[in-house]
């Protein structure tokens, strides 16, 4: 039943925002009672964290992944597809945490919640930056590059495509890969290594 609450609230945030989903209209989505929210959560606010915790996709494996191709393959091709994984992510993620903005106690709610549990997306962000200076530390990457910043550009890349799928008209964008593959063009020179090595 709790899975199915999520299940139930996930949808009705994704495609009728935040302020629709009271503990009623959730009930209704899940075909359950709205007593029946309260045997499994405390209040909304409770179920909601659920949600961001629970009912979001995550890069987990990508990241899993690409700490495993450290030193293996193209860095360019691993971060290829990474940028792939993390715009699937970005784009089912920001339609949920988008309304979070509008409430202040319910965003300072599922924040800590999400730190506490490191699964906020400065998890996401400390992965690529791990991946970058472990390339870094054999000579695949620029030594003067900083591995936190080009986790930053790549990702914000990443978020921005996804944001504009939402803002935008469909024929607005290149579609993902194709897009994914721009992105780490446009960054790979900075990251060439300024000895001999392969990216």
């Given at each position: 039943?709790?899975?199915?609450?999520?299940?139930?609230?996930?949808?009705?945030?994704?495609?009728?925002?935040?302020?629709?989903?009271?503990?009623?209209?959730?009930?209704?989505?899940?075909?359950?009672?709205?007593?029946?929210?309260?045997?499994?959560?405390?209040?909304?606010?409770?179920?909601?964290?659920?949600?961001?915790?629970?009912?979001?996709?995550?890069?987990?494996?990508?990241?899993?992944?690409?700490?495993?191709?450290?030193?293996?393959?193209?860095?360019?091709?691993?971060?290829?597809?990474?940028?792939?994984?993390?715009?699937?992510?970005?784009?089912?993620?920001?339609?949920?945490?988008?309304?979070?903005?509008?409430?202040?106690?319910?965003?300072?709610?599922?924040?800590?919640?999400?730190?506490?549990?490191?699964?906020?997306?400065?998890?996401?962000?400390?992965?690529?930056?791990?991946?970058?200076?472990?390339?870094?530390?054999?000579?695949?990457?620029?030594?003067?590059?900083?591995?936190?910043?080009?986790?930053?550009?790549?990702?914000?890349?990443?978020?921005?495509?996804?944001?504009?799928?939402?803002?935008s008209r469909p024929d607005a964008l290149p579609e993902a890969a194709r897009y994914a593959t721009l992105t780490v063009f446009m960054i790979l020179p900075a990251?060439?290594?300024?000895?001999?090595?392969?990216?």
């Open positions: 039943m709790r899975h199915r609450l999520i299940e139930a609230a996930t949808q009705v945030i994704r495609t009728r925002g935040l302020a629709v989903a009271t503990s009623k209209e959730i009930a209704r989505e899940a075909n359950v009672a709205v007593g029946s929210i309260y045997n499994h959560f405390v209040d909304k606010t409770d179920l909601i964290t659920a949600v961001m915790l629970e009912g979001l996709p995550t890069l987990d494996d990508a990241l899993d992944q690409l700490r495993l191709r450290v030193g293996r393959g193209t860095v360019q091709g691993n971060l290829e597809e990474l940028s792939q994984a993390a715009i699937m992510f970005f784009a089912q993620y920001l339609p949920l945490a988008g309304g979070l903005f509008t409430d202040a106690e319910l965003h300072a709610a599922v924040r800590t919640k999400l730190i506490t549990d490191r699964r906020d997306l400065s998890t996401v962000h400390d992965g690529v930056a791990y991946y970058l200076a472990q390339e870094q530390q054999i000579s695949r990457i620029n030594r003067n590059v900083d591995p936190t910043v080009a986790a930053a550009v790549l990702l914000g890349a990443c978020s921005q495509y996804a944001l504009l799928t939402h803002m990251l060439e290594p300024d000895i001999a090595g392969t990216c």
